[in-house]
């Protein structure tokens, strides 16, 4: 008898485990913690800070795009990979401020690691303090390109454009990028290995 209730404890403990990690069919991950990288020590984020919505989870998603394309939602403040069977893996993110936004069908040209930043010339000039980095600043945990970047190519052409990390954690769901688009550090990691250089990245506002 003892043995049975036992068993009986531990199922409901697991249904409630289950239960906590699922909300209208969306399974949430809580991969956020402190993490060792290529030599760096991110920091563990507090997730619970973050508007759930905005956490990194696999939902429902109907496209005619095939798996393995990038769908960003500027308005929803979402970026979709798109996996089979009507799945996506769905990242909150941060977008660009009210006049620098972008959209557009683009292409991963490059993926780097802990990549160097390199400020645009018309930042340095809203912002002369930036000037310092006009050489590129160094790959670290304040970089504002956070710990991996994909490349953003039109036509054979750079656009200036990223999707890449930031250690600003609480600036996802928010406008307040020249126009990249940003994502919690542990989450650009994730989807960093997911992608392929080559990649289709569609850019909707």
Not at 20 to 29: I, L
Not at 54 to 65: G, N
């Amino acid at each position: 008898m003892r043995v049975n209730s036992l068993v009986t404890v531990a199922a409901l403990l697991l249904a409630s485990m289950l239960a906590a990690c699922s909300t209208n069919g969306h399974r949430f991950t809580s991969e956020y913690g402190a993490m060792k990288d290529a030599g760096y020590q991110l920091p563990e984020i507090p997730i619970y800070k973050v508007p759930r919505e905005y956490h990194r989870q696999v939902v429902e998603y109907e496209t005619d795009e095939a798996p393995g394309t990038i769908i960003v939602d500027t308005g929803e403040r979402f970026l979709y990979f798109v996996m089979e069977d009507g799945k996506a893996m769905r990242y909150g993110i941060g977008v660009g401020r009210e006049g620098f936004g972008w959209s557009g069908t683009a292409r991963v040209a490059m993926k780097r690691e802990w990549p160097t930043w390199t400020p645009p010339a018309a930042m340095i000039r809203r912002q002369p303090e930036l000037a310092e980095w006009r050489g590129g600043m160094p790959p670290g945990l304040n970089n504002p390109l956070g710990a991996r970047a994909l490349y953003l190519y039109q036509g054979g052409r750079d656009t200036m454009y990223r999707l890449h990390g930031t250690p600003e954690w609480w600036t996802i769901g928010n406008a307040t990028s020249s126009g990249c688009i940003r994502l919690l550090n542990q989450d650009i990691i994730d989807l960093y290995n997911r992608t392929e250089t080559g990649a289709k990245v569609i850019v909707k506002r």
